[in-house]
C-alpha cells in the first residue's frame, strides 16, 4: 500500500512558489539581510533545474554501482569481499568534499566532471550500506520457501530478496540523494553551475541575502526529493 500523494506534493509546491519570478527577493526584502537583484542571470528556475540534473544524473549513477555492488558482496562466503567494499565506501564520507574535488580537477577540469565524481564518492555509502544491509536481513524462511519451490539463485534474488530488501535500500538512496543535493552547492565553485551560484556570490560579496536565496531553495529542493522517494516506500514499512 502506497503513501496518500498530496503531503509529498507541499514541498515541491513549496519549491514552485519560490521560483516564480520576484517572489523569494519580496519575502527576504523584509528581513533586510542585504541587497537582491531585481532579476537573477541564470534565472532562479534554470539554476534549480540544473542543481537537479547534476543530484538526479550522481543518483542515478549511485543506484547502478551501489546495488550491483551490494548483491555481489552478500553473496555466500563473500564475508571479507563485503566488508572491503563497505570500507571503500565509507572512506569517501571521510574525505572532505572539497579535497575529492581538488583532487578531481587536475584530472577531469572544471564543470559538472569532477563534481558529478564528488557526489559519486559522497553518496555511494548510503545506498551500499542499505542494500547490503536489506538482503543480509531477508526473512530466511521466505528463502526457504523460494528454495522450496524450485527457483533458481537468479530467481530468487528478482522475486523474493530484492523486493524484501527494497524499502531499506530505498531509504539509503533518500539520504543519498539529500547528502548530494547539499554537497553539489560545492560544484558551483569549479563551474558546474546550480544553487551554488547565489550562495558563492553572496559569501564573496558578503550578501547574507545572496546566500539566503541559494541556501533555501537547495533546502527545499532536498525536502522535495525525499518526499517524492518517500512515495515509493510502502506503507506498513
Given at each position: 500500500?502506497?503513501?496518500?500523494?498530496?503531503?509529498?506534493?507541499?514541498?515541491?509546491?513549496l519549491l514552485t512558489i519560490c521560483l516564480w519570478p520576484g517572489t523569494l527577493p519580496r519575502l527576504l526584502s523584509r528581513l533586510n539581510l542585504g541587497e537582491l537583484p531585481p532579476t537573477f542571470d541564470p534565472p532562479l528556475w534554470q539554476l534549480t533545474l540544473t542543481h537537479l540534473g547534476l543530484v538526479v544524473l550522481a543518483t542515478g549513477l549511485v543506484l547502478l554501482i551501489g546495488l550491483p555492488l551490494a548483491v555481489?558482496?552478500?553473496?555466500?562466503?563473500?564475508?571479507?569481499?563485503?566488508?572491503?567494499a563497505e570500507s571503500l565506501a565509507g572512506l569517501?564520507?571521510?574525505?572532505?568534499?572539497?579535497?575529492?574535488?581538488?583532487?578531481?580537477?587536475?584530472?577531469?577540469?572544471f564543470g559538472w566532471k569532477p563534481t558529478l565524481l564528488g557526489l559519486?564518492?559522497?553518496?555511494?555509502?548510503?545506498v551500499l550500506g542499505n542494500a547490503v544491509a536489506g538482503l543480509q536481513n531477508v526473512d530466511r524462511g521466505a528463502m526457504d520457501a523460494?528454495?522450496?519451490?524450485?527457483?533458481?539463485?537468479?530467481?530468487?534474488?528478482?522475486?523474493?530478496?530484492?523486493p524484501l530488501a527494497w524499502p531499506v535500500a530505498l531509504a539509503g538512496?533518500?539520504?543519498?540523494?539529500?547528502?548530494?543535493?547539499?554537497?553539489?552547492?560545492?560544484?558551483?565553485?569549479?563551474?558546474?553551475?546550480?544553487l551554488g551560484e547565489p550562495i558563492i556570490n553572496g559569501l564573496s560579496q558578503q550578501n547574507t541575502a545572496l546566500v539566503t536565496v541559494?541556501?533555501?531553495?537547495?533546502?527545499?529542493?532536498?525536502?522535495?526529493?525525499?518526499?517524492?522517494?518517500?512515495?515509493?516506500?510502502?506503507r506498513d514499512s
Open positions: 500500500m502506497k503513501r496518500p500523494v498530496w503531503p509529498a506534493l507541499l514541498w515541491p509546491a555481489a558482496v552478500t553473496r555466500p562466503g563473500r564475508d571479507a569481499l563485503r566488508h572491503l569517501g564520507q571521510t574525505v572532505p568534499t572539497f579535497a575529492i574535488l581538488a583532487l578531481a580537477v587536475p584530472a577531469l577540469g559519486l564518492v559522497y553518496g555511494l555509502m548510503p523460494a528454495r522450496g519451490m524450485g527457483m533458481t539463485p537468479g530467481q530468487q534474488l528478482r522475486r523474493v530478496e530484492l538512496l533518500r539520504t543519498s540523494m539529500v547528502y548530494n543535493v547539499g554537497t553539489a552547492t560545492v560544484g558551483a565553485a569549479l563551474g558546474a553551475g546550480g541559494g541556501a533555501v531553495l537547495a533546502a527545499l529542493l532536498a525536502l522535495s526529493l525525499d518526499a517524492l522517494l518517500g512515495l515509493l516506500t510502502p
